[in-house]
Structures are given as structure tokens and as C-alpha cells.
């Protein structure tokens, strides 16, 4: 066969004026025959889908032409050029689609692709989308423009269902966060509640706040179960924002009461207690405006070692902090009942203070927990009382002060003097007004030599 009639790897095919590297670069799946349907030449790309294909077959032995039918031989073929064929191979369940092309009167150019519909058997043809070429042989939409169309489809319809799904990841995270504080995985080091495990733990040192309505089982007895939901739910929403705002996190609420935790500075926990209150006093201001009464609360602050992780069991897990110290805090905010102050804390907390001298403090007793030995005194802090009780405590202070000093040295005469001139001054002085009955009993009751000052919480 010479090279003018048929060409080689030298010479050029027909009208086309291409030579075979050229053939091979543009078409990779083409093949050429002769009027003895002889394969003379094949692309590269053909060798992978089969492999026993090599220039001299017959075009039958590897191949059969399915469309269009009862084509099965070179003039038949050469009656139907402009058409589209399909061509199976006999080795494989693979499909050619593709163009015939006279190349000259004796040699014909079958410019072919596999015949794909996913991108799925791309791959199982093991080839990928560089492989094929730019467009159709046959002049319409390719096969393979249409199976980049579909994979660019389904990419895109992934993408909608993974950032619907991200999404909902989203959602259920901010869901979660507000059941888990993200503080609380933080100080666990976990990165998402998904981490957290039955039985993690990490012991800290950090503050406790304790908060309470007062006489709160009384006033819920006037209101229908929805009420009390209803106005438990606008307190805590009042003062949620004051614990945050000062890097705390509320660790649990117990009915109408708070329990917060500040890894952080005590300062934090106490300035929280006194916007709390704050907002209190505007939160009361709209009740009595609406025709209700005004609510009060008491704070309890402590500091120390804490034991902060999961308890529970595989099917049912809480967050929880384990501590005497949380014990001790929650003992500090029932105190405020019995000495009258809205907000107390502890002498770890005090003498934990940073800026110890920029608040309103007065040594309110000691008090020691049922069970144990240690001895803890307790800290008024009245920064956040009306401005003129707060300024007539801060006028008595030195004389308050010596007066708690009298009472725990049993000289109850002195000390009820002393607390009656603190009262006279200032008549809103519930804490003097307690110590002066307690005085008037104990003087009543005569001296105890067991007495020694302390009140057993």
C-alpha cells in the first residue's frame, strides 16, 4: 500500500491532508480502512477499550456495526457517509459513536468517541474527560459536551444538598448551643457537643453565681401554669444578656432561678450580679407600670476549684460542675433572705478581686456549711442598691462594721446600739434591721458559752 494512495505515519490521508501524528492529536479514538474493510490505522485512545486491535485486523473482527442497519460492508458504507454510526465493540460492552469520512476513493476515516451518558462510565472505561475530543464527528451535540453538562449538573445539584445540608448542620449546632454552652466545650477543649464524651471532665478554677426570685413559690400561686411560664421566660430573658455580656455562661436554670459560671476574673461575675440588678430595676419599672408588683432577687458569688464535665449514662448525658465550692455558692445566695442583701460573696471571691476598691463591700458575718470545719466570711456588695441607700451604707460603713464586730464577741448590748444608730440612718437597711432583732434575742436569751458568732448554713 503506498503512501499516496493509503499513507503512513510519513505521508497524508486523502483530502484531508493530515498525517497520522496529526490524526492521532486530534481524533484519539479514529480508525482508517480500506475498500477490504482492513484496519490500516487506529488512534491510540482505541487500544485501551481493545487491547488485541492492531493495523491488518478486519474491521469485523473487532467491531459491528449497529446504526444504522444492515451495514457490513465498504460500499454500503460509502452509500451512507453523511450518517451517524454506532459501532459495538465485540470484546467489550462499549459503544463508538461517530462520523464516516472518505478519505480517498479507496480508504475511509471513522472519527469516533465512546458513546457515554455519565461520567460514572467514563471512568469505568478507565479514561477521563482529556481523553475525548473537543466536539462531535458527527456535527451535533456531542456526547461528551452533554455528559460534561450532566456531571456539571449533579455537581451543582450536590452542592445545593451539601449547603442545604451544612445548613442544617448550622442550625442544629446554634440548637445545641443553646443547650451546651459553646464556653462549656471550650473548656472541655472539644471543638462541637459531637466530641463530647460520657465522663469528660477538666478541673478549673472560676467563679459561681447563684440567682433567685424571691418568694417566688408565692407569687406563682396567683398565676396559671402559662403565666408562670410566661413571666419566667421574660425575667430570664432580662437578665441572660448581663451574665454574657461580662464572659459569663449559665450553666443551668433551675425554675426561676440561675446558676452561671465565669472562667475569667471574679470582677466578672460580680459586675454581672450588679447589671443584673440594674436591669432589674427597669425590668420592675415596666411590671409596675403594667399594673404588677416589682420582683426582688438574691445573688450569691463564689470562688474555687471547680469539676466541670458529663455525667449520665450512654443514653442520656448532662453538663454539670461539681464542687464544694458551687455547694458554698448556692448556701451564700439563700443568705441574702436571711440578711436582706440582694447580693453576697464570699471572701474567696473578695480577696480574688482585681479591683477590690472600686466597689460598694461590707462584712456582712461568718458562716460555716453543715459538715464542714472551714470558717468563710460573707461580703455585701451594695453597689447595686437605690442611690441613696447605697450612699447612707457607705455613711455607717466604719460604724456597721464595728457593730458585726461587737455582736461576734457576745457584747450584744453594744452591738444592738451600734446597729440601732446604722437603722435610724438608714431605715432601708434590712441587714441592720436583721442584726437588731438577732441582738434583741440573743440579749433576751441571756450569754451562751457556746455561742461563737458563727451562723451554720
Not at 458504507?77 to 450518517?83: K, T
Amino acid at each position: 500500500m503506498s503512501s499516496t494512495s493509503h499513507g503512513n505515519s510519513a505521508g497524508f490521508y486523502g483530502n484531508l491532508n493530515l498525517s497520522s501524528q496529526h490524526l492521532r492529536a486530534l481524533f484519539p479514538f479514529h480508525i482508517v480502512f480500506d475498500a477490504g474493510m482492513r484496519i490500516i490505522h487506529h488512534g491510540e485512545r482505541l487500544v485501551r477499550l481493545c487491547p488485541t486491535l492492531k493495523a491488518g485486523d478486519l474491521f469485523s473482527e473487532h467491531f459491528q456495526i449497529h446504526r444504522p442497519e444492515r451495514i457490513d460492508n465498504f460500499e454500503s458504507i460509502f452509500r451512507q457517509l453523511g450518517a451517524l454510526y454506532v459501532v459495538r465493540l465485540r470484546s467489550a460492552p462499549t459503544e463508538l459513536k461517530g462520523q464516516m469520512v472518505l478519505l480517498q476513493e479507496n480508504l475511509i476515516l471513522f472519527l469516533c468517541s465512546p458513546l457515554v451518558r455519565r461520567i460514572a462510565e467514563v471512568q469505568a472505561l478507565g479514561l477521563s474527560l482529556q481523553d475525548f475530543p473537543l466536539h462531535d464527528p458527527a456535527g451535533d451535540l456531542l456526547f461528551l459536551l452533554q455528559a460534561q453538562h450532566t456531571t456539571i449538573e449533579e455537581a451543582k445539584a450536590l452542592n445545593r444538598r451539601l449547603l442545604a445540608e451544612v445548613q442544617k448542620v448550622a442550625s442544629l449546632n446554634e440548637v445545641f448551643k443553646k443547650y451546651v454552652p459553646q464556653e462549656f466545650l471550650k473548656l472541655l477543649e472539644k471543638e462541637s457537643i459531637v466530641h463530647v464524651q460520657l465522663g469528660d471532665n477538666v478541673q478549673k478554677t472560676m467563679t459561681v453565681l447563684f440567682s433567685d426570685i424571691r418568694s417566688f413559690t408565692t407569687l406563682s400561686e396567683s398565676m396559671s401554669p402559662q403565666e408562670t411560664f410566661k413571666f419566667i421566660n421574660g425575667y430570664l430573658q432580662q437578665m441572660e444578656p448581663m451574665i454574657g455580656k461580662h464572659g459569663g455562661f449559665i450553666d443551668k436554670y433551675m425554675g426561676d432561678a440561675i446558676m452561671a459560671l465565669f472562667a475569667t476574673a471574679p470582677d466578672h461575675a460580680v459586675k454581672a450580679a450588679l447589671d443584673m440588678l440594674h436591669t432589674l430595676d427597669n425590668y420592675n419599672q415596666g411590671r409596675q407600670r403594667a399594673g404588677y408588683i416589682p420582683i426582688r432577687i438574691g445573688i450569691g458569688i463564689n470562688t474555687g476549684s471547680l469539676m466541670l464535665g458529663t455525667i449520665g449514662g450512654e443514653s442520656r448525658m448532662d453538663s454539670t460542675v461539681i464542687s464544694d465550692d458551687v455547694n458554698l455558692a448556692s448556701r451564700i445566695e439563700d443568705l441574702t433572705k436571711m440578711y436582706g442583701a440582694p447580693l453576697l460573696i464570699s471572701e474567696k471571691t473578695f480577696f480574688s478581686l482585681e479591683t477590690p476598691l472600686t466597689y460598694s463591700v461590707r462584712v456582712v458575718g461568718r458562716v460555716r456549711v453543715k459538715g464542714k470545719s472551714e470558717l468563710t466570711t460573707v461580703f455585701e456588695v451594695f453597689d447595686g442598691d437605690p442611690p441613696e441607700v447605697k450612699e447612707a451604707k457607705r455613711t455607717t460603713l466604719k460604724l456597721f462594721e464595728e457593730a458585726v464586730d461587737l455582736y461576734n464577741r457576745q457584747e450584744f448590748r453594744e452591738a444592738h446600739s451600734l446597729f440601732l444608730s446604722c437603722f435610724n440612718k438608714n431605715p432601708h437597711d434590712q441587714t441592720a434591721k436583721i442584726y437588731l432583732e438577732r441582738c434583741q434575742e440573743m440579749i433576751s436569751a441571756g450569754q451562751q458559752a457556746d455561742w461563737n458568732g458563727i451562723t451554720k448554713i
